[in-house]
């Protein structure tokens, strides 16, 4: 872990073809933890508040789905590039807390915006979480984590939900690997708010997330019924959809 901080720190914010046009740009003047767990984002197209979303996620070749949320998200008192994260994952009725870091490697800002004047760019992390060892089928998970940010015209950091209406909108996109403490194996392991990095044929939807029907048997059953199909009993499913897990 030490040694993932040291490379972290002599890594390049910002090349001279991505610098910020606002002078005095510095990662250390802001609390990124706000893109990935707060109450609600500010959708700054439409000009209101929606809830934070639940990341979308699958393990595994077969698509199985994965449920993350992140519980705490605190800035390192050591290190501003550095961000603590406590957690839960689930996968069928398995839940297993988690702790681990989100450590920011790189970040530019776009020379366009797509709602000017907020100016947007793209954080880049590496993930290191571990789930506690002495729950059932735990393991590690590192991989990578892309995130899209907008800075107002008061100079405040907001997570970018500026395209959130659009086709195809996606942010918060990790791609990970899952590996089991026991055996050793590992997994894909992907996540996102509101579509899924490499989903591949598990995604079959043009604007927006839907489950392809082969894949609705691993996990995806109450998503599938509450926002795919016609099943009478929708509320019923969405409620299983909306309910806080990560609090059982």
């Known amino acids: 872990m030490r040694h993932l901080i040291s490379v972290l720190l002599f890594l390049p914010l910002l090349t001279a073809a991505q610098r910020s046009r606002r002078a005095g740009f510095s990662i250390k003047d802001y609390d990124w933890s706000l893109l990935w767990r707060a109450d609600s984002i500010f959708a700054q197209d439409e000009g209101t ?24 998200v605190r800035k390192s008192k050591t290190d501003s590039r550095v961000y603590e994260v406590t957690g839960k994952t689930m996968v069928r009725d398995n839940i297993c807390p ?25 954080v880049t992390c590496a993930i290191r979480f571990f789930e506690d060892s002495t729950h059932p089928g735990s393991g590690s998970i ?13 100079g405040r950091l907001q997570y970018d939900a ?39 044929d598990l995604d079959g939807g043009a604007g927006e997330f839907t489950v392809d029907e082969k894949y609705v048997k691993n996990g995806w059953e109450s998503y599938y019924k509450a926002y795919i199909g016609d099943d009478p009993e929708k509320k019923k499913y969405q409620a299983i959809e909306d309910r806080q897990w990560w609090k059982e």
């Open 49 to 72: 508040k929606v809830a934070f979303p639940e990341p979308l996620g699958y393990i595994g070749d077969n698509f199985q789905r994965f449920w993350i949320h992140y519980i705490s």
């Open 98 to 122: 988690f702790t681990g870091t989100i450590s920011i490697m790189d970040l530019y800002l776009r020379k366009d915006s797509d709602l000017p004047p907020y100016e947007e760019g793209t």
């Open 142 to 154: 590192t991989g990578t984590l892309t995130t899209d940010f907008c800075i107002d015209a008061k």
């Open 162 to 200: 500026i395209m959130a209406a659009a086709d195809g909108y996606s942010n918060n996109q990790a791609t990970a690997r899952w590996k089991s403490y026991k055996s050793g194996i590992t997994k894909k392991c992907n996540w996102g708010d509101y579509r899924i990095p490499d989903s591949k």
